[in-house]
């Protein structure tokens, strides 16, 4: 941490002062994780008897039952984590902060990503008692991990549009899936892959496509955020 | 500016004529195919319909960052433009292209890399004509305008490639050695009613950009002028 210049380091401040402020009020209130963590239940539940996950299906349909859930949970967070800075006018109060908006975009996106993460972390142990499957697989929690980044780095972006919008809410999954249909679709594959043990150089690949998405999409979103927030 | 110029009056007469001829060429000029007969006509506007629809595209994606560079009205005019043209010139293609698929594929659709994009692209363009309507304010709404047709601009290509990862049969007519299902070799007649059909929708874009862009600068002014009366 030393040898990193002052501007740096007063950038890395505000990011870890934006995420952890997120952290800690969902820390005491735990209301988003609460309603995050039942809805992706309930959405398993609901892929349960929508396909009949019997033992021959279940190898195949696993990864897309799991990234959908995942996907739908993540909306809703990402669309409550912004409404609450809007609604209570903490936005417009962030904004005046002496720091550089790009800090505030990746404090936010952390908060989003670590709430997404400890909810496939729930659910993944769930899945696995209820199916007698087992996720526990290093390649697929790296699989997870690089997904949920490149979501939430689309999403954070969106959702602070969204949230400015008339229509709020009901707009960010619009237009959020046609944009991350790259992430679904590499998470996806990748995942399936290294469940169904395949080759890890038909699995590679995809993960190289997460890779490029999450880079390419980390960029482009520091950069526009600006003209997101912007009065 | 209520007046049309001459050059545009001389467009529209000279599209509709151009439209005429390239019928005239499909229908008389262009010889019949062995194997798919008839339905095969309906390649050369299909083909020309995507073209236009690309143009758009690419247009929109500039527009955008041209936008966010300049701030200038005029760019969010031009992306407009280029997105609800390519939006109806894309669709032309996928119906024209479901109309060919049902006989010689046997479906109307297909999760091929191109249909797919196609239809992602769509989505993407209905999701940011949604986001504007979402929006009052003019300036907030050409700002996210752009910055979401630069996502989408940066995230097709990508959707493009992970489709491709699968197989495709989609058949590559021109300049391609992998036929697909339901590709051909064109004789030098059909090209010249190819490059000929993709020549006047070209003109037809061009016309109907500089009428959308017109359309766009009038209704600025209106809004112009109401907020005038307002005060």
Redesign the interface.
């Known amino acids: 941490m030393k040898k990193w210049s002052r501007p740096v380091k007063d950038f890395l401040r505000a990011t870890r002062a934006v995420a952890w402020k997120d952290l800690a009020a969902e820390l005491r209130s735990r209301e988003l994780l609460s309603a995050m963590l039942v809805f992706a239940l309930l959405v398993i539940l609901i892929f349960n008897f929508a396909l009949e996950l019997d033992v021959k299906t279940r190898r195949s349909v696993t990864s897309g039952v799991l990234w959908a859930t995942f996907i739908f949970a993540g909306t809703l967070g990402l669309n409550r984590s912004m409404a609450v800075e809007k609604d209570r006018g903490c936005l417009d109060g962030l904004l005046l902060a002496p720091v550089d908006r790009a800090a505030i975009y990746f404090g936010k996106a952390i908060s989003n990503l670590v709430f997404m993460l400890i909810v496939e972390m729930i659910v993944l142990p769930i899945y696995s008692v209820l199916y007698n499957v087992s996720l526990f697989e290093p390649r697929l929690l790296g699989v997870i991990l690089l997904g949920s980044v490149g979501y939430t780095a689309v999403g954070t972006l969106l959702a602070a549009m969204s949230v400015q919008t008339r229509t709020r809410d009901v707009l960010l999954p619009i237009l959020l899936f046609p944009v991350v249909i790259p992430v679904a679709i590499a998470a996806v594959k990748a995942s399936g892959g290294i469940l169904q043990a395949w080759p890890m150089e038909d699995i590679m690949p995809w993960i190289n496509l997460l890779l490029v998405y999450d880079v390419i999409f980390i960029s482009v979103a520091f950069m526009v955020f600006d003209y997101v927030v912007e009065e | 500016m209520t007046e049309q110029p001459v050059a545009l009056k001389v467009l529209n007469g000279l599209s509709a004529l151009l439209v005429a001829a390239a019928l005239w060429m499909v229908v008389f000029y262009a010889p019949l195919e062995a194997v798919m007969g008839l339905v095969q006509k309906v390649f050369y506007f299909h083909v020309a319909n995507a073209w236009v629809g690309m143009l758009g595209f690419i247009a929109a994606a500039f527009a955008g960052i041209a936008y966010?560079a300049t701030k200038d009205v005029k760019w969010d005019i031009v992306g407009v433009a280029a997105v609800e043209i390519s939006l109806v010139f894309f669709f032309i293609a996928i119906a024209t292209g479901s109309i060919w698929a049902y006989p010689v594929w046997n479906t109307w659709w297909t999760w091929d890399p191109r249909l797919t994009t196609a239809a992602?692209l769509e989505?993407?363009y209905?999701?940011y004509l949604?986001?504007r309507?979402?929006?009052?304010d003019p300036d907030?709404r050409a700002?996210?305008g752009?910055?979401?047709t630069?996502?989408?601009g940066?995230?097709v290509p990508?959707?493009f490639?992970?489709?491709r990862?699968f197989r495709t049969i989609h058949p590559v007519v021109v300049g391609g050695g992998n036929g697909g299902e339901g590709g051909f070799s064109m004789t030098p007649a059909m090209l010249n009613t190819m490059f000929f059909s993709i020549f006047v929708f070209s003109v037809v874009f061009i016309t109907l950009f500089w009428h959308r862009v017109r359309l766009g600068r009038l209704a600025q002014r209106v809004e112009e002028l109401k907020l005038k009366a307002m005060d």
């Open positions: 966010l992602v989505m993407i209905l999701a949604l986001l309507q979402g929006i009052e907030r700002r996210f752009a910055v979401y630069l996502l989408g940066l995230s990508l959707t490639m992970s489709i990862l």
